[in-house]
Antibody, heavy 116, light 112 residues
Framework: EVQLVESGGGLVQPGGSLRVSCAAS????????MHWVRQAPGTGPVWVAH????????TYADSVKGRFTISRDNAKNTLYLFINSLRVEDTATYYC?????????WGQGAMVTVSS | DIVMTQTPLSSPVTLGQPASISCRSS???????????LSWLHQRPGQPPRLLIY???SRFSGVPDRFSGSGAGTDFTLKISRVEAEDVGVYYC?????????FGQGTRLEIK
């Protein structure tokens, strides 16, 4: 069974940094595209970033370019999202999503709250 | 960016009756590699989105056959043949044919 477990969320002050992780199991992690998608309270999902199977290619939403970095460690079956210069509007649940030829499986999410 | 527009935004339905949600894309979801990556997701309060339908009409593993998807080009539809109580929540269409991946605004399904 595919499992995606996010961790690393929490309360952070504006301007701070955070790393969110996603531990994957139940599938061949190194063969899958992966994404981060975020959802602010009461709103719909918004795609944030994508990474290909070996990490050689990444794509970002314009709104996070330069502040967010997606990466992966295939030896540890783990996906990462590094978030710098956090803003209040980055407050959201961050979901790790497995992309297998159009089948998008979502993790449970990690809540990130940016507040002073 | 491709804008996904869902209608209706709210759908009150009687248990056992059918329901239908439409999704229109601002550009044709031209197939790449022969597939159009248009999906439908369901989200209950406090839970993550769950995949129902992918590649327009393929039902994901474990999804009841009362759910079906159809469409092509710019117009897509999710149909529920007979609504059950567990179907309440918000439904989103999502296109992953082109970056950035984009979502519809969501349609809230509620029981009358």
């Amino acid at each position: 069974e595919v499992q995606l477990v996010e961790s690393g969320g929490g309360l952070v002050q504006p301007g701070g940094s955070l790393r969110v992780s996603c531990a994957a199991s139940g599938f061949t992690f190194s063969s899958s595209w992966m994404h981060w998608v975020r959802q602010a309270p009461g709103t719909g999902p918004v795609w944030v970033a994508h990474i290909n199977q070996d990490g050689s290619h990444t794509t970002y939403a314009d709104s996070v370019k330069g502040r967010f970095t997606i990466s992966r460690d295939n030896a540890k079956n783990t996906l990462y999202l590094f978030i710098n210069s956090l803003r209040v509007e980055d407050t959201a649940t961050y979901y790790c999503v497995r992309d297998w030829y159009g089948e998008h499986i979502w993790g449970q999410g990690a809540m990130v709250t940016v507040s002073s | 960016d491709i804008v996904m527009t869902q209608t209706p935004l709210s759908s009150p339905v009687t248990l056992g009756q059918p329901a239908s949600i439409s999704c229109r894309s601002s550009q044709s979801l031209v197939p790449s590699d022969g597939n159009t990556y248009l999906s439908w997701l369901h989200q209950r309060p406090g839970q993550p989105p769950r995949l129902l339908i992918y590649k327009i009409s393929s039902r994901f593993s474990g999804v009841p056959d009362r759910f079906s998807g159809s469409g092509a080009g710019t117009d897509f539809t999710l149909k529920i043949s007979r609504v059950e109580a567990e179907d309440v929540g918000v439904y989103y269409c999502m296109q992953a044919t082109q970056f950035p991946i984009t979502f519809g605004q969501g349609t809230r399904l509620e029981i009358k």
